[in-house]
């Protein structure tokens, strides 16, 4: 898959594409539904399909101070859209500038000048240009105008995640706030996943017999309630069954919140300063502070024999 980070980035020599624009945070089901399809009618017509998203977040530029968290850094949303087919990856830098194109002037400057849409494939509230003024049946008249047809496609899955309610990023970061790990991944269509190097903390883990990799989180990641968690540890290639934490350390009066994650059943891990991925599978206990810390390696105890035991039961296509 081609990536390109601007305009300038497109090759001259660049044809005709099917194009989907959006931030497609979390490349969720709903998403999936959108970028398979134009996928699909690129293979269909003999030429590329190409995603547009944007970095940073509009609502950060729009609106300063109110970057939603997210639930995938830019380089996972590109390896889950290549998995799905996906010839090139756009990424616009969201300027404030940029912001101030209208509907017409984003169509002619990105999808007809540049990318040479064929098609644009969106979801049935896609929204874009300034203030959010252009809607698909804009599009649709701009694609009249400009040679492009515009394909709308239901992203809207429901299940039991939210009690129904139509699968969504906005709805997946609610219950990751939660600590509803296994609602995220029914929406996701895999485990929630966080980021980042590996750093040294207060090593208590270590002291207690339970080594962590303590994670220093990608910025505006989306964290999970504090609570022991079972999941993955990602790191050098290979994927580690763990027990997870996220939260402060009230055992220790800590007042930072992190995440670290402990790698059952294995000795002399060393992974400090390496780039690695927790992937949180299901939800074990919320976050509690013993009497002593008989009472702490007791509960830890039980939290690995329990993420063990998790682990083993989605490990085998639950």
């Known amino acids: 898959m081609q990536r390109w980070r601007g305009l300038e980035d497109i090759p001259q020599d660049w044809g005709r594409s099917v194009v989907t624009i959006g931030s497609y945070d979390g490349v969720h ?34 609106r300063p101070g109110s970057h939603p968290p997210l639930l995938a850094p830019h380089h996972r949303r590109a390896e889950l859209m290549a998995g799905l087919g996906v010839d090139a990856l756009l990424i616009l830098p969201f300027t404030t500038e940029f912001s101030k194109l209208s509907p017409a002037e984003f169509v002619v400057k990105v999808l007809v000048d540049k990318l040479h849409a064929k098609a644009v494939v969106e979801g049935p509230n896609f ?14 008249e701009q694609g009249e105008t400009y040679d492009f047809e515009v394909d709308v496609v ?11 309610e139509p699968f969504s990023s906005t709805l997946t970061r609610r219950l990751v706030a ?45 964290i999970p309630a504090d609570g022991v968690y079972a999941g993955w540890l990602h790191a050098q290639g290979e994927a580690m069954p763990a027990a997870i934490s996220v939260g402060t350390n009230p055992q220790f009066d800590g007042t930072e919140r992190t995440v670290e994650a402990y790698a ?33 390696l007791e509960a830890i105890s039980d939290d690995v024999k329990r993420s063990r035991e998790l682990v083993a039961v989605y490990d085998a296509g639950a």
């Open 264 to 296: 059952i059943d294995r000795v002399g891990l060393d992974l400090y300063g390496l780039h690695v991925a927790v992937d949180f599978l299901a939800f074990v206990r919320g976050m509690a502070k013993f009497d002593s810390i008989e009472g702490l």
């Open 154 to 164: 239901d992203l809207y899955v429901t299940g039991e995640a939210g009690g129904g």
């Open 127 to 140: 929204r874009f240009g300034h203030k959010a003024a252009g809607n698909v049946a804009f599009l649709a």
């Open 29 to 62: 089901r709903g998403h999936q539904l959108i970028i398979s399809h134009a996928v699909e009618r690129a293979r269909g017509l003999g030429v590329p399909s190409v995603v547009v998203t944007f970095d940073p977040h509009p609502s950060e530029v729009v």
């Open 178 to 222: 939660e600590g509803e790990v296994d609602g995220a991944r029914e929406i996701l269509g895999r485990p929630h996943r966080v980021e980042g190097v590996v750093v040294r903390g207060a090593q208590r883990g270590r002291e207690l017999g339970y080594p962590t990799a303590n994670v220093e989180t990608l910025p505006h990641t989306a």
